[in-house]
């Protein structure tokens, strides 16, 4: 991993080149963000026009700052950004994050090559061109110009769309998905996804890589990178691009080559790379897996209160390559003198319409700790002899009593307003809740098919070693 990476995710200091003075504009935006979000380095905006901005002395030019800078935030218009590189280099910036378009994306490949040449020619890493920043939770730095309030946790997310990628931080914040860092990549004329999660890979913030990804550039590299870091901690993948018109469209916005889909998706798997059908399904997962412990093999067993719900949970379980079992014996033991005679103790576990609160949370628990049993999911149906809210809370108070989770517990909650309450409180106490089933069954799934994936790309890893003894 290149050093200079550090400068990027934990620098000492960062100049704002094009610092405006005017609040909406993007380099007043970003200077606010940095400031108000708490970093703690030095900060030193750069803008001829200003003496002041933001409450921070302004320098007319990089060179009049009067020490070295880590980081360059570059916000002032293409035919600038040369110069700008010029003088980091004196500076003996490490990285320079340009927020600047008009390069490639819009027939300027020439002006990004020269870019990259200038950069390299003084030892500077480039994060961009046209991007909205970048965010790393734990250094408290917000160089970017989306929303300011970040939620620390611990998703990265790296991504190639700007202005998606910026409604998406703002995603976060609603559903309250903590992130250690969200990176703005644009076109990637020097720092690509591969060297992001090398650094990820060994971030002991970071639990779990979600990527919006048009197309990469150098895909051995990828790849090769992807396969150590699925070693270990899961790689999220939304692809876009995905048809012809799609390929299309990616190559207007960041000058992307979108690929073939079909050899995407094989070499995703081949790497263990879990590939998300869409932005939602992608997020799921991620919370799911900066809450939830590692699935380390076991039946799962699925409890519902609902068996419509439990069907389709099944069906998307199924298209997701995870086959049901019957539930171990041992549960069935223990849960059949306290359910219903009309209760179906298969896989799902039926326990009625009729369970009470303290019924569905016994099931629940009582599944979770069955040494049999590797993961848990459970489906309630909203019913007027139940209250959502109540096993909401029961099951946070259990949870905790049991020092946190043992292994993977999905819950989905179907049903009205309380529901919608019940869900946000059990995400708040990091027990990964979904508003509708298929969404539940397509995150449990993930998390299984992870360790699977792992486990299959260790095995041939292994393999190869041999054969190359
Ligand atoms: N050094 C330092 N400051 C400079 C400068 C230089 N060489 N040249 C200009 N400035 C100052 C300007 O005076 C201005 O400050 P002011 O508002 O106080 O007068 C500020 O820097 C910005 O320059 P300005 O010419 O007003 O540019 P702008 O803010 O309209 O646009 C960009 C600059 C970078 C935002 C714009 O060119 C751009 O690329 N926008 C798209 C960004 C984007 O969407 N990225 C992708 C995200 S998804």
């Known amino acids: 991993m290149d050093p200079k990476l550090e400068a990027l995710f934990k620098p000492r200091s960062i100049a704002v080149v094009g610092a405006s003075r005017k609040p909406g504009k993007i380099g007043f935006e970003i200077l606010r963000n940095i400031i108000e979000y708490g970093f703690k380095g030095k900060v030193y905006p750069v803008n001829p026009k200003a003496k002041e901005i933001l409450g921070l002395k302004a320098y007319p030019s990089l060179s009049a700052v009067p020490e070295d800078i880590d980081m360059v935030v570059v916000s002032v218009p293409a035919q600038y950004v040369l110069d700008v590189i010029d003088e980091a280099g004196k500076k003996n910036a490490k990285v320079a994050v340009v927020i600047t378009s008009g390069f490639k994306e819009i027939g300027r490949a020439d002006l990004e090559e020269e870019l990259v040449r200038r950069a390299r020619k003084w030892g500077i890493r480039v994060l961009g061109p046209n991007i909205f920043g970048m965010i790393y939770t734990p250094a408290r730095l917000n160089a970017s110009f989306g929303p300011t309030d970040v939620i620390s946790g611990s998703v990265a997310f790296i991504t190639q769309s700007g202005a998606l990628g910026i409604a998406l931080m703002g995603m976060t914040i609603v559903e309250r998905i903590g992130v250690s860092a969200i990176i703005s990549i644009g076109n990637k004329a020097d720092i690509d996804d591969a060297d992001l999660l090398e650094y990820l890979a060994d971030d002991p913030n970071t ?152 019924g569905f949370v016994d099931a629940i628990m009582e599944a979770l700790n069955n040494p049999e049993v590797g993961a848990v999911m459970g489906i309630y149906c909203q019913t007027a002899v139940t209250d959502p809210m109540v096993i909401a809370s029961m099951l946070v108070r259990k949870v905790k009593a049991m020092g946190g989770l043992p292994k993977p517990l999905v819950l989905t909650l179907i049903g009205g307003e309380e529901c919608y309450w019940a869900v946000t409180k059990l995400n708040s106490a990091k027990i990964p809740t979904y508003p509708m089933p298929e969404r539940a069954a397509s995150t449990i799934a993930a998390v299984i098919n992870y360790t699977r994936m792992r486990e299959e790309v260790k095995r041939r890893l292994s393999e190869l070693n041999e054969v190359s003894d």
Do not use: C
């Open 207 to 358: 639990k779990v890589i979600l990527i919006y990804l048009e197309g990469v550039t150098d895909g051995k590299k990828f790849l090769k990178v992807a396969q150590k870091v699925t070693l270990k901690k899961p790689i999220i993948v939304v692809k876009a691009g995905r048809t012809e018109a799609g390929a299309k469209a990616v190559a207007s916005h960041t000058g992307s080559l979108a690929g073939n889909v079909v050899i995407y998706s094989t070499l995703f798997r081949q790497t263990g790379i879990l590939q998300a059908r869409n932005v939602e399904e992608a997020f799921d997962w991620a919370r799911a897996f900066s809450y939830l412990p590692e699935y380390k093999g076991g039946k799962l067993v699925l409890v519902t209160n609902g068996g419509g719900a439990g069907v389709l949970s099944t069906d998307t379980l199924s298209e997701n390559g995870v086959k049901l079992e019957p539930p171990p014996k041992s549960l069935v033991d223990a849960l059949k003198p306290k359910l219903p005679g009309f209760a179906s103790l298969g896989n799902p576990i039926d326990v009625t319409g009729m369970i009470s609160n303290e």
